[in-house]
């Protein structure tokens, strides 16, 4: 169960969304897509056309041969130690191939459409079609979806209750802005709440769908509109993994030159640690992204080398915030508290 | 015999204590009552095959019952009217409107209650994690009631131990959560905190942990004794090792 955290105006956790389905498409796995605000077909629609390996292989490659060339001459002088170390990879080498990778000015053809099951769900439609059933406490519009969503997996048989049916298959599913108005629930607009537990009901009940079945979901929310953190928690206790996306849109990280190259971080909150006693955890917990024209990375954030007149960064208190933020790590690992200055 | 161990993990997941108490009761030969409410049974039983316990074993000769939460919610919602079979739901508190945990009480003292052919040694009740009765909809005195009830029959009445793992957090929001948290730390005989070291991530110690055997409740005016190691987790076993003496810096 994969939980995004927003960014302020929806732009970015949109795009993860969109990347999480097309991969589904072009894996050939089943689709089922809800949301509230659009229609799941112009969701489908808006899906990032996939990148053939030789595009990708050149787009990466130009940017790294043009840097390789400049160096290559200079042996360092200074610090000769550091010549031997490795060069540091910013995005993730293409030798150990993993999912495919999408351009985003491009949309996806109808013809990989075909060979795929999808299903929609969206709520105003399916508002008016059923009559109420049992909710059981949870708020109707969740209780709706996950009618669907369990009817959907008992019917295609993708928690094995129908063993002679077709090869087995993966269910991705993916909520849209769960948590927000638009389904109800009005945890986002005020302080108390009249229903603290229907969203994190609904995410107990989709954890038992999921670990049942043969699917993966990504869910995206408005956390920064929850006025209540207790939700925050509880629901991060319940997900599997928690990713937040920051933009630099609108805030005065913007112009801050300590993020120049970046649009915005991803703040990773948890990772899944499943069937084991420790999770694969990374070396490095700063990312940030960036939207260029045609794809969207995911790389380490590192600080542009400091050329200002001024022998100190700029202003303190971002250093500290900053700082803050390369000690901050995941929630199954460690996290610290305070940072330490040196 | 008779305990109430507690685990409480701040910023970061204690599990691993949990997997460590369920193999190490299995392997003690006590009958153990296992409510997960977490994960599923399958991670539970591959975790503990590679800390040398099969769980389906131990089920299948009645030493461990398991109540696998998300299964059993599920069942509720979506399970069929005929299944009623004359025993309610443990977890109905979820879809009814009073929120009482009585019926999954009756679930863990019924498992736990010797029966004649029973051999095993002292019961034991496991349960992981307890703030995610909050989640579901449980008052946090209902959630302080139910512990209490499973204190007395199974510490007192039954002479078993009980093991309960909580998450809380310094600076959290959640007032219910830190309510039952503050609780049971008073009440409990041994407290295993879990916590990240203060000075964030690093990759061969993975955090610390603080032991409080809490003698103060034996009214022997002695204080608590409090020791504090640090670990880090590999994929079959945990080492502790004392601050600062990690293999990584020896």
């Known amino acids: 169960l994969v939980f995004t955290e927003e960014d302020k105006y929806g732009l970015y956790s949109n795009l993860l969304f969109k990347y999480f389905l097309a991969e589904g498409v072009v894996c050939g796995h089943d689709l089922l897509v809800a949301s509230a605000k659009e229609h799941p077909d112009n969701i489908l629609k808006e899906l990032p056309a996939p990148l053939l390996d030789e595009t990708y292989r050149n787009e990466l490659g130009e940017e790294t041969t043009a840097v390789k060339s400049e160096d290559f001459q200079d042996s360092m002088k200074i610090a000769w130690r550091y010549q031997n170390l490795p060069k540091m990879e910013a995005s993730p080498t293409t030798s150990t191939k993993f999912g495919h990778y999408y351009d985003v000015s491009k949309t996806m053809s109808p013809e990989l459409f075909q060979s795929i099951k999808w299903h929609s769900f969206y709520l105003p439609e399916e508002l008016s079609l059923q009559p109420e059933m049992k909710t059981c406490n949870v708020n109707s519009a969740y209780a709706r979806l996950l009618q669907s969503i369990q009817r959907i997996i008992y019917q295609e048989g993708f928690d094995g209750s129908n ?180 | 015999q008779g305990k109430f161990t507690l685990l409480r993990d701040t910023r970061t997941d204690g599990s691993f204590l949990v997997h460590h108490f369920l193999s190490f009761y299995l392997r003690a030969g006590c009958k153990v009552c296992f409510v997960a409410l977490l994960q599923s049974f399958s991670h539970y039983n591959i975790v503990a095959q590679k800390l040398g316990v099969s769980l389906t074993a131990a089920k299948e000769r009645g030493q461990l019952v398991f109540l696998e939460g998300l299964k059993s919610c599920l069942d509720l919602l979506f399970g069929e009217e005929e299944e ?81 793992l909580v998450h809380s957090n310094e600076d959290s929001e959640d007032e219910e959560n830190e309510l039952i948290v503050n609780s049971l730390c008073h009440h409990s005989d041994l407290i295993l905190w879990v916590e990240g070291l203060a000075t964030g991530f690093c990759k061969d110690v993975h955090g610390q942990i603080k032991i409080i055997r809490r003698v103060s409740l034996e009214l022997t005016a002695e204080q608590d004794h409090v020791q504090i190691y640090q670990y880090k987790i590999q994929d079959k076993n945990v080492t502790f090792f004392a601050k600062g003496l990690s293999a990584a810096v020896l």
Not at chain 1, 299 to 328: C, I, M, N
Not at chain 2, 143 to 162: E, M, P, T, W
């Open chain 1, 163 to 342: 063993p002679q049916k077709k090869q087995k298959n993966i269910l991705r599913i993916g909520i849209q802005s769960l948590g927000s108005m638009l389904w109800g629930d009005d945890i986002c607009s005020s302080d108390t709440p009249e229903d603290i537990h229907s969203l994190t009901k609904f995410l107990y009940v989709l954890r038992g769908l999921l670990r049942k079945s043969l699917s993966a979901c990504i869910i995206t929310v408005p956390a920064h509109l929850i006025q209540n953190k207790a939700i925050m928690e509880r629901v991060t206790n319940l997900s599997d993994t928690v990713v937040g996306l920051e933009s630099f849109i609108g805030s005065e990280r913007e112009t801050n030159p300590l993020y120049k190259d970046y649009h915005g971080l991803v703040h990773v909150h948890q990772i899944p640690r499943l069937n084991s006693l420790i999770c694969d955890v990374s070396d490095t917990k700063d990312l940030a992204f960036r939207l260029k024209r045609k794809l969207f990375t995911i790389e380490r954030l590192h600080l542009p080398p400091d050329l200002s007149d001024t022998v100190s960064r700029t202003s303190k208190q971002d250093l500290a915030e900053s700082a803050k933020l390369l000690s901050s790590g995941c929630g199954a690992m460690a996290i610290g508290k305070k940072h330490l200055d040196f």
């Open chain 2, 84 to 164: 009623q079979s004359g025993q309610p739901s443990p977890l109905q508190f979820i879809s009814e409107s009073t929120s009482n945990l009585k019926a999954l009480f009756d679930f863990v003292r019924i498992s736990l209650t010797p029966s004649g052919s029973d051999s095993w040694k002292g019961p034991v009740l496991l349960v992981d994690d307890l703030s995610v009765l909050l989640s579901l909809g449980a008052t946090p005195v209902a959630v302080l009631d139910f512990i209490h009830y499973c204190r007395v029959a199974v510490c007192s009445q039954l002479k078993g131990n009980i093991v309960v």
